[in-house]
């Protein structure tokens, strides 16, 4: 089967499809204050579409890992509609979400095929989860987190960013909500993808910090991450894991095998990419799959080697996380 290879060798077999950009949180290191303009809902793939694309991956190229994102996946309606559709293509099916509207559809999602899920928690305390929502949701999304356990999808992971003097004094408290409640906290280090443009670098603490404070407390021994972005770390008395996801001090682009497609279908090679594929054209165009796989074979091609934070020919991409994915 030929594979999808870009000029440095990496071979792709991850897709992240963002099904919508509307998201119910406004969480301030990804959209902007004020909100963002919704695309108009002709505008989004439709459930068809992405099936299609999905399909062709998987079976001309290879790709076994399929993950749902956004802005907020569980606010498109029938969500479990497309994930019966991509969970029959026999990929590992996963799905990030804010976990705000979890206990009402955890189970219906396991139920439609969906394998693991990724829940966003960047603190624990009302008022400061507020402030970085602006919704006053946090006993919502750990009540989602108790609902994922409960339906059984296997293993359940928590998203934290850390930014250094917003949450940055709750990493002991995180890793002991991970402890206690049999789940994987990954602690996600903060890129410069907020929509505000507030990010610096001073903002980021590093995977050796995160890693350091919470080893004082909770002893850690590394664990061998494979081909997992995340550094992954074992408590040595036995209490699980956390993972660190180096994105800015330690990035992994050397073994990125991502590609991205935005919910209004255009395909990136990289978080950071500046240029896109318009694969929704392709679609709505007419074009046969031999069409939509030159398209995403000349996509992946194209992609660059790293992506260069922190030195001078870093460009900051124009859409905010909220519009990529993650
Ligand atoms: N709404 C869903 C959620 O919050 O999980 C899915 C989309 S969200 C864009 C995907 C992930 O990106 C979340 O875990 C979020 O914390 C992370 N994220 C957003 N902005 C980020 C940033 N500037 N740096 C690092 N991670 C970020
Ligand atoms: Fe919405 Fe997720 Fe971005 Fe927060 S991180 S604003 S929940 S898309």
Redesign the pocket.
């Given at each position: 089967m030929p594979a999808l290879v870009d000029t440095f060798g990496r071979v792709h077999r991850d897709l992240r499809i963002?099904v919508t950009d509307r998201?119910n949180?406004r969480?301030g290191?990804?959209m902007p204050e004020e909100g963002m303009d919704w695309l108009p809902r002709s505008e989004l793939l439709t459930f068809e579409e992405i099936e299609r694309v999905a399909a062709l991956l998987v079976g001309r190229f290879g790709v076994d890992s399929i993950r749902l994102?956004?802005?907020?996946?569980t606010v498109r309606a029938h969500l479990p509609v497309l994930i019966g559709k991509l969970a029959a293509l026999g990929v590992d099916l996963a799905l990030?979400?804010?976990?705000a509207g979890l206990a009402g559809c955890a189970h219906d999602l396991r139920a439609a095929g969906l394998g693991r899920i990724?829940?966003?928690l960047?603190t624990l305390r009302a008022d400061r989860f507020e402030e970085l929502t602006r919704r006053d949701d946090l006993h919502r999304v750990v009540a989602g987190i108790d609902a994922a356990v409960a339906a059984g999808l296997h293993p359940v992971k928590v998203?934290?960013?850390v930014m250094r003097d917003v949450n940055d004094d709750e990493l002991v408290d995180l890793a002991r909500f991970g402890r206690e409640r049999g789940v994987v906290v990954r602690f996600?280090?903060?890129?410069?993808?907020?929509a505000q443009g507030a990010?610096e670098r001073d903002r980021v603490v590093a995977q050796r910090e995160i890693v350091e404070r919470i080893h004082e407390v909770f002893p850690l021994a590394p664990v061998d991450r494979g081909h997992d972005p995340a550094g992954r770390f074992r408590y040595l008395d036995g209490g699980g894991e956390i993972g660190v996801i180096p994105?800015v001090t330690e990035p992994f682009c050397g073994a990125c095998d991502r590609i991205r497609l935005t919910s209004e279908g255009r395909l990136r090679n990289c978080l950071f990419a500046v240029e896109e594929t318009d694969l929704r054209a392709v679609l709505r165009g007419g074009g046969s799959d031999d069409d939509l796989a030159r398209a995403v074979e000349s996509c992946v091609a194209a992609k660059w080697e790293g992506h260069a934070i922190g030195r001078v020919r870093f460009v900051r991409p124009e859409r905010?996380?909220?519009q990529?994915?993650?």
């Open positions: 963002s998201c949180f969480c290191y990804c994102t956004g802005g907020e996946p990030t979400t804010n976990g990724n829940i966003s960047d998203n934290t960013v996600i280090e903060f890129m410069p993808l907020d990010w994105s905010s996380m909220s990529i994915g993650g």
